[in-house]
């Protein structure tokens, strides 16, 4: 995010949502540290980076489609199917990480590419095309596989990867494993293509104005396959780590989780209308909503508070980015 | 600007045209291969007491999209009413008193969260999708907050009636259906508001530039949604005897599923009732009689998206710009 650190003056950076979703943050972590012993923890640390990994991955996938003007709200089926045809390949014929991911990857992009086309060639609001693929892929998915678990994966998939094993204060052995590798990797892939590419310029462009980007050159549609395969891909990806942390595979795991990732986006500030929005915001989004879930488990609050809580979190941070939006335009009118 | 009106009018027209010879279609289909089961009282009553409850969903859906929103918050809207009504219902099961009060304070819980829906994307012009998604977080853990998670049941027969009882043979949760259903069509054609529904849906800014309050027609919209939420947690309540946190979250997309099948645009401005109701006909037709024929209800879920996909793409040469 170069261009929000280059606002040095003080008064710039507070017209920033990320300014404010960081300070909430900073807030949180200092009064989870002094108000809990455990918070600090590195061990906690890494069990709440694995335990946000796949809404993490998943949302970086969104976040993308969302600056491109559109959304996706049959992700789950999609990473369910990839997550199903994977697990079914490696039971049946075992394999490695590299090719689980590949499987996964691509039955995800296939499915995004053919909602891009959808969406594409239909002209109806992207939200209605993936709502009904989403009734499609899941209907199907439970219909061929009968709802059936799949479970009993070879020790390689079982046992996952870890670089940099050590104990922690409490005994258990902590690593860089394969959810927060795979969630690290995802995050610098995307920073890097909407940041540095040729091709995160124009879904930035085809976002901010679709009309416009298209007579200025740009393939419209070769980049709607890429947005929506972009997202079926991560889906998979994420599918194949989700995998890995439960062990097993159940059709309908997944089943209601595009809410989920679509509010910590939009906590991050990504603008429903495309073309505005930071990949900062949408981490720092995804790791308030895993700070809060996991500070208020630490202090003991019940778990049917956390909804509540989160919710309030997402009304409050929506109503002062739209508060902020409506001065802001104030001023320049 | 009646003419103008008739000619905005003229896809959805289309729409009802095109659903008119899917329904025909589902009809020939069922009449060839289970005709007698299906033709049957029996199945018929059992169909349309099964309608209701998703279909005053669409409309709580539908009268939102025609201003160009959504909302988001309808199953966990419909939930609370339920819980707030059974809740005290519960307390005095036989006393028609506290059935009052129980409508009563649920009735009041829909407007509030309406007030609340309306005042987030009127007043503070948050986009209705974040607001009413953010809404939908707020009071499912408030939902489960209250009821600890637990099922609510036990209530009167008086309540039951609704979700069971017939008239004339009808079931009461389609008369409920046709009442709220034709009080909305009252609205939303016969009333300044109701146009004025259609106008925002069209053009928001031209229309408060008019001189249309579009501040209050929204937040009026956010609570009829709403409203309509407590219709369909009453059918919901009849129907399963019980209260809880959660019921009824697959019917989120699927009303708005419905909503586009009946040809309401997910963008604001076109859609008529009598097209709603016609896609709940054809929708519970397929279901029914996919049932019938031993097919497995997810293969029906995916026909209805199947059949949505192929409904835009028969529409495309009038949606082509």
């Known amino acids: 995010m170069p261009e929000f650190l280059h606002h040095t003056n003080l008064k710039d950076l507070w017209q920033h949502h ?51 003007g559109g959304i996706d709200i049959s992700f789950p089926a999609t990473a369910a199917i990839a997550q199903y045809l994977m697990a079914s390949y490696i039971l049946a014929n075992g394999g490695n990480f590299y090719l689980a991911f590949e499987i996964a990857a691509v039955t995800g992009m296939v499915l995004g590419m053919l909602n891009a ?31 059936d678990w799949l479970y009993g994966f070879p020790d390689w998939f079982m046992n996952g990867v870890e670089l940099l094993k050590f104990t922690g204060s409490d005994g258990y052995d902590y690593s860089l494993n ?30 901010g104005n679709s009309d416009a980007a298209g007579r200025i050159g740009i393939n419209l549609f070769g980049l709607n396959l890429f947005v929506y395969g972009y997202m079926g891909a991560l889906a998979g990806i994420a599918a ?22 679509l509010a910590a986006v939009v ?48 009304l409050f941070s929506i109503s002062i980015t739209a508060l902020n939006e409506k001065r802001q335009a104030k001023q320049e009118a | 600007m009646d003419a103008l009106m008739n000619s905005l009018k003229l896809p959805s027209d289309k729409n009802i045209r095109y659903l008119l010879v899917i329904l025909a279609a589902i009809m020939v289909l069922m009449a060839c291969t289970s005709g007698t089961t299906f033709f049957s009282l ?14 005053v ?61 309306g005042l987030l994307i009127a007043w503070i012009g948050v986009s209705p999708i974040l607001a009413t998604l953010g809404m939908m977080t707020f009071i499912n853990g408030l939902n489960v907050l209250i009821s600890g998670g637990s099922v609510i049941a036990g209530f009167p027969d008086a309540l039951l009636t609704l979700g069971n009882g017939t008239v004339l043979g009808i079931p009461m949760p389609l008369l409920l259906f046709a009442l709220f259903a034709f009080g909305l069509w009252l609205i939303l054609e016969h009333t300044p508001l109701g146009r004025t529904i259609y106008l925002i849906g069209s053009n928001e800014t031209a229309s408060r530039f008019s001189g249309i309050n579009t501040r209050r027609s929204l937040i009026a919209v956010y609570v009829i949604s709403s409203v309509l939420c407590w219709v369909a947690a009453l059918i919901m309540m009849a129907k399963f005897n019980s209260a809880k946190a959660g019921y009824g ?40 009689g996919l049932n019938l024929l031993g097919v497995s209800s997810y293969l029906t879920m995916a026909l209805w998206g199947g059949i949505l996909i192929l409904f835009i793409a028969l529409q495309m040469p009038t949606a082509k710009k």
């Open chain 1, 178 to 207: 394969l959810p927060i590798l795979v969630l690290l990797g995802v995050i610098a892939l995307t920073a890097l293509l909407m940041g540095k590419t040729r091709i995160g310029r124009q879904i930035y462009a085809m976002g």
């Open chain 2, 57 to 117: 969903l669409a409309l709580a859906m539908a009268v939102c999209m025609l201003t160009g929103g959504i909302n988001l918050s309808i199953i966990a809207t419909t939930n609370a009413c339920a819980l707030v009504m059974a809740g005290i219902i519960t307390q005095h099961p036989d006393s028609l008193g506290m059935l009052m009060v129980a409508l009563a304070a649920g009735l009041a819980t829909a407007v509030v969260v309406g007030l609340a829906n």
């Open chain 2, 249 to 288: 979250e697959s019917y989120l997309l699927v009303a708005i599923l419905a909503a586009v099948l009946g040809g309401i645009n997910p963008d604001g401005g076109f859609g008529r009732i009598i097209g709603i109701c016609l896609a709940l006909v054809v929708l519970q037709t397929l279901e029914s």
């Open chain 1, 18 to 68: 990320e300014s404010y979703l960081a300070a909430l943050i900073v807030l949180l972590i200092v009064a989870l540290g002094l108000g809990t012993e455990d918070f600090m923890t590195l061990g906690n640390i890494f069990d709440m980076t694995v335990s946000s990994a796949i809404l993490g991955i998943m949302a970086c996938g969104l976040f993308v489609v969302l600056i491109a």
């Open chain 1, 267 to 314: 906590l991050g500030g990504t603008s429903m209308t495309g073309g505005k929005g930071t990949l900062l915001g949408v981490v720092l989004g995804v790791a308030l909503l895993a700070i809060l879930k996991n500070g208020l488990t630490l202090l003991g609050v019940p778990s049917y508070w956390h909804t509540l809580v989160t919710g309030l979190i997402i």
């Open chain 1, 240 to 261: 194949v780590v989700q995998t890995q942390i439960t062990q097993s595979v159940a059709p309908n795991s997944l089943m209601g989780f595009e809410l989920t990732v």
């Open chain 2, 42 to 55: 029996a199945n018929l009553q059992s169909m349309s007491s099964q309608m209701p409850l998703l279909g």
């Open chain 1, 117 to 147: 086309a959808l969406v594409y060639f239909l002209k109806v609001p992207a939200i209605i095309i993936t709502i009904a693929m989403l009734n499609v892929y899941f209907g199907l998915l439970i219909y061929f596989s009968n709802g």
